[in-house]
């Protein structure tokens, strides 16, 4: 069964740190894109970062220089390092891969597996 399984959201404070996970089962990551992607209430999903198969990445200007995209292979993980958390951070975070090379954009219905999400709160 092809599954992708966030982890790593929680309550920080601003200025603070988490790393997120995205597992991946049935699947070898290395051979798909990954990408980031969040919602926070009330608003759209938007992207946030891609890793390639190559391992070329894509960040979006509102996190660039802030987060991280990584992939460990021996894990069949992709990770997302977020820095200097800004309150308007707060969203759920999801991943999502496509049987693809490149980075195809941040269109949620362009990839072919997505996880069920991982709670991040940054809040005083």
């Known amino acids: 069964q092809l599954q992708l399984v966030e982890s790593g959201g929680g309550l920080v404070q601003p200025g603070g740190s988490l790393r997120l996970s995205c597992a991946a089962s049935?699947?070898?990551?290395?051979?798909?894109?990954i990408s980031w992607f969040r919602q926070a209430p009330g608003k759209e999903r938007e992207g946030v970062s891609c890793?390639?198969?190559?391992?070329?990445?894509t960040t979006q200007d509102s996190v660039k220089g802030r987060f991280t995209i990584s992939r460990d292979n021996a894990n069949n993980t992709v990770y997302l390092q977020m820095n200097s958390l800004k309150p308007e951070d707060t969203a759920v975070y999801y991943c999502a891969a496509r049987h693809d090379y490149y980075c195809p954009g941040y269109v949620w219905e362009r990839y072919h597996y997505w996880g069920q999400g991982t709670q991040v709160t940054v809040s005083s």
């Open positions: 049935g699947f070898t990551v290395g051979n798909y894109v």
């Open positions: 890793i390639s198969r190559g391992g070329s990445t």
